[in-house]
T-cell receptor, first 115, second 118 residues
């Protein structure tokens, strides 16, 4: 079974621009979560999508948004980029079953550099 | 609030040594889940183990073993006879049961960078 895939793997943007990152979950998984990893703050939860609906949200500004499509693929968008948005963005998928602390399987990440 | 503490920032050992990575967690829930992930230089987080709060049985998987103690809120990870390929950053994470189902967010510790020297 193919793992979680993320595109692009590397991205360079300038301040003020916007960016869209893509994530394809493991086949059959309906939940997709996004995390930001920086040297200073570590791994932080951004949001989770299930059945095209945002189900959980972390403490990030509204510049960070996402969506999920009917095939469970997800995109994350960051508008008006700031230098501090430079990070590794990791996507994770899980089956999305009710009532369990499911294991999340991570993709290789997208490294975003904001200049 | 949930919190995960990995007090060891970096550990360096020589190949074949045993090494234990510490993890202490805080949660007010009675139902929760603990995880360990490995992050090699490539960046991808690799899942190692998941435990729920009702299962305190220790686990051994090859050279890896985990010691879960609710009394001390700890979930420590031991690598026996370490190898150079074990060099990576290891993360401990916590999630609580989600009322609406599904994964719920993972709260990660800061990670422990393990270097195994030949």
């Amino acid at each position: 079974k193919a793992g979680v895939t993320q595109t692009p793997r590397y991205l360079i943007k300038t301040r003020g621009q916007q960016v869209t990152l893509s994530c394809s979950p493991i086949s059959g998984h309906r939940s997709v979560s996004w995390y930001q990893q920086t040297p200073g703050q570590g791994l932080q939860f951004l949001f989770e999508y299930f059945s095209e609906t945002q189900r959980n949200k972390g403490n990030f500004p509204g510049r960070f948004s996402g969506r999920q499509f009917s095939n469970s693929r997800s995109e994350m968008n960051v508008s008006t980029l700031e230098l501090g948005d430079s990070a590794l963005y990791l996507c994770a998928s899980s089956p999305g079953l009710a009532g369990e602390g499911e294991t999340q399987y991570f993709g290789p990440g997208t490294r975003l550099l904001v200049l | 609030a949930q919190k995960v503490t990995q007090a060891q920032t970096e550990i360096s050992v020589v190949e074949k040594e045993d090494v234990t990575l510490d993890c202490v967690y805080e949660t007010r829930d009675t139902t929760y889940y603990l995880f360990w992930y490995k992050q090699p230089p490539s960046g991808e987080l690799v899942f190692l183990i998941r435990r729920n709060s009702f299962d305190e049985q220790n686990e051994i998987s090859g050279r890896y073993s985990w010691n879960f103690q609710k009394s001390t809120s700890s979930f420590n990870f031991t690598i026996t006879a370490s190898q150079v390929v074990d060099s990576a950053v290891y993360f401990c994470a916590l999630s609580e049961e989600a009322p609406q189902g599904g994964s719920e967010k993972l709260v990660f510790g800061k990670g422990t960078k393990l270097t195994v020297n030949p």
